[in-house]
């Protein structure tokens, strides 16, 4: 899964980070990232397989937003921790632990229905949705064909998606529907956690939504508990702790390092690989099986994202793309 994108740093340079060095290290971290995060997505599906699905991820994000906020406090690695006023703190409730959680339960709850990789792949979808929820008031031709086109590709592979399930009328349409849900909730979090921008780093958005998205969900989470149960075994603990540390703390905190380095833009093209990542992960301990369709429906979603992201006119020239 991806992560909010961060406010603006006024007056960064970007000069020099480019360099061979620089940009090996960066992609790298990215890379790590990406592994962690299909790792990741791969271990709560085992997870939600044993344990109830809200509480799975009421408790993981209680977890890792408290040990990113510590993080952020005493020490300088993912930048200096900013005083919260009254009305922040009432609107990091409202605006972003409150779409946070909401999201987190149709995830959580999406796998236990269907498959990692048609989760993922819906999630790889959000830029699509982002972009449209952009509007289109004052857009240029151009710019209303690459949004429109965009949007098509996506929507054409959310449909084959969907269309194994609708044929058989199997038990993993509520999955499909729930993934497609999470797709469109994560976009909404992420419009939220925009009007946070010039009043926290996004390492502090990130922790403060994480953390109340947790304590929104626990009363959910326990009465799950009173009524399934919570088995507890070596292998279930240490999948939640790596999901906290290795698909929380570690991975947000590489994916943060290139954040503050490169443009948003540039870093977020790698979230393309989160659902191919994912996939292979579910695939190779999961033994997950991989159907033509999803192929023929990562790539209609991976190119409606490339094609709605990419800045054409810098790529090709004012000379086939006219300036607009």
């Known amino acids: 899964m991806g992560f ?3 406010a603006r740093r006024r007056g960064c340079s970007f000069r020099g980070v480019f360099q061979a060095r620089s940009k090996q290290g960066i992609v790298t971290g990215l890379l790590c990232a990406i592994f962690l995060w299909g790792a990741n997505n791969t271990s709560i599906k085992v997870l939600v397989g044993q344990w109830p699905p809200v509480w799975t991820g ?5 977890a890792a937003g408290l040990l990113l906020l510590l993080i952020t406090h005493h020490t300088n690695w993912l930048g200096q921790a900013k005083p919260l006023t009254p009305g922040l703190r009432r609107r990091l409730w409202l605006r972003g632990g409150l779409s946070l959680a909401i999201y987190l339960a149709a995830f959580n709850w999406a796998l236990t229905f269907t498959t990692v990789s048609h989760v993922a792949l819906y999630l790889g979808a959000a830029p699509v949705w982002a972009l449209l929820l952009e509007g289109f008031a004052g857009q240029t031709r151009a710019a209303l064909f690459k949004r429109y086109a965009a949007a ?5 592979g959310v449909a084959v998606l969907f269309w194994p399930a609708l044929q058989s009328s199997s038990a993993s349409l509520p999955g499909e529907a729930l993934g497609l849900a999470a797709s469109l909730l994560w976009t909404w979090y992420g419009r939220q956690c925009r009007t946070f921008t010039g009043e926290l780093s996004g390492a502090e958005i990130t922790a403060h939504t994480m953390w109340r998205s947790g304590v929104i969900l626990l009363p959910v989470g326990l009465f799950e508990i009173t009524t399934q149960g919570l088995p507890f075994t070596a292998k279930l603990l240490g999948l939640q702790a790596f999901c906290v540390l290795g698909g929380g703390v570690v991975a947000f ?3 943060m390092n ?5 443009k948003t833009s540039e870093v977020y093209l790698f979230n393309n690989l989160i659902p191919l990542s994912s996939t292979l992960w579910a695939w190779a301990t999961l033994r997950e099986p991989l159907s033509a369709t999803f192929w023929i429906a990562m790539l209609l979603i991976v190119a409606g994202v490339v094609f709605g992201q990419t800045n054409w006119q810098k790529l090709l020239g004012t000379r086939w793309v006219p300036a607009d």
Request: charged share 10%; no cysteine.
């Open 253 to 255: 905190s590489l994916w």
């Open 58 to 62: 009421a408790s993981r994000f209680l």
């Open 4 to 6: 909010p994108l961060p």
């Open 258 to 262: 290139a954040l503050r380095h490169w």
């Open 152 to 156: 098509g590709l996506a929507l054409s």
